[in-house]
Antibody
Framework: EVQLVESGGGLVQPGRSLRLSCAAS????????MHWVRQAPGKGLEWVSG????????GYADSVKGRFTISRDNAKNSLYLQMNSLRAEDTALYYC??????????????WGQGTLVTVSS | QSALTQPASVSGSPGQSITISCTGT?????????VSWYQQHPGKAPKLMIY???KRPSGVSNRFSGSKSGNTASLTISGLQAEDEADYYC???????????FGGGTKLTVL
């Protein structure tokens, strides 16, 4: 059974940093692209970042480019999102999502339950 | 990259069919046959319902179908059931820098 478990969320002040993690199990992690998708309270979904199986292809939404960094450790079956210079508008539930294959142009077939990030002073 | 445009809400009675539109641009929906649709019930994670325009993942009812014409994609749900009441999001591949863009979401109410 595919499982994606996010962690690392919490309350953080504007301008500070936070690192999210996603622990994957139930599939061969290094065969698949992975993504982060967020949802602000009461709002819609927003794709944040994606990474191919071998980290060779990485992309970011314009809203986070230059502040967020996605990475993965295939040996640990884990996906990460380093979030710097956080803003109030980054407040959201952050989902980890699995791509349908190794490339980032396939959609997301499994999602975690999300980790909540709140940016506030 | 701007969000795709969806109606805020649609409604239908049990047994009826509804269609949700998703309008993008020639840079996303119009350029790729890579539109997907997600269903999200309150407090739950999204679920993939349609991908690559019209394909259904294993386990998704054939009451759900997708299509595309030009810069607009559509999701049709036939034989509406109470459990179809949820938020629906379209999503399109948008190129090799900003990979994906979502629509604003449509709330489906089954009357």
């Amino acid at each position: 059974e595919v499982q994606l478990v996010e962690s690392g969320g919490g309350l953080v002040q504007p301008g500070r940093s936070l690192r999210l993690s996603c622990a994957a199990s139930g599939f061969t992690f290094d065969d698949y692209a992975m993504h982060w998708v967020r949802q602000a309270p009461g709002k819609g979904l927003e794709w944040v970042s994606g990474i191919s199986w071998n980290s060779g292809s990485i992309g970011y939404a314009d809203s986070v480019k230059g502040r967020f960094t996605i990475s993965r450790d295939n040996a640990k079956n884990s996906l990460y999102l380093q979030m710097n210079s956080l803003r109030a508008e980054d407040t959201a539930l952050y989902y980890c999502a699995k791509g349908m294959d190794m490339w980032t142009l396939r959609p997301f077939d499994y999602w975690g339950q999300g980790t909540l990030v709140t940016v506030s002073s | 990259q701007s969000a795709l445009t969806q109606p805020a809400s649609v409604s239908g009675s049990p047994g009826q069919s509804i269609t949700i539109s998703c309008t993008g641009t020639s840079s996303d929906v119009g350029s790729y046959n890579l539109v997907s649709w997600y269903q999200q019930h309150p407090g739950k994670a999204p679920k993939l319902m349609i991908y690559e325009g019209s394909k259904r993942p294993s386990g998704v009812s054939n009451r759900f179908s997708g299509s595309k014409s030009g810069n607009t994609a559509s999701l049709t749900i036939s034989g509406l059931q109470a459990e179809d009441e949820a938020d629906y999001y379209c999503c399109s591949y948008a190129g090799s820098s900003t990979f994906w863009v979502f629509g604003g979401g449509t709330k489906l109410t089954v009357l």
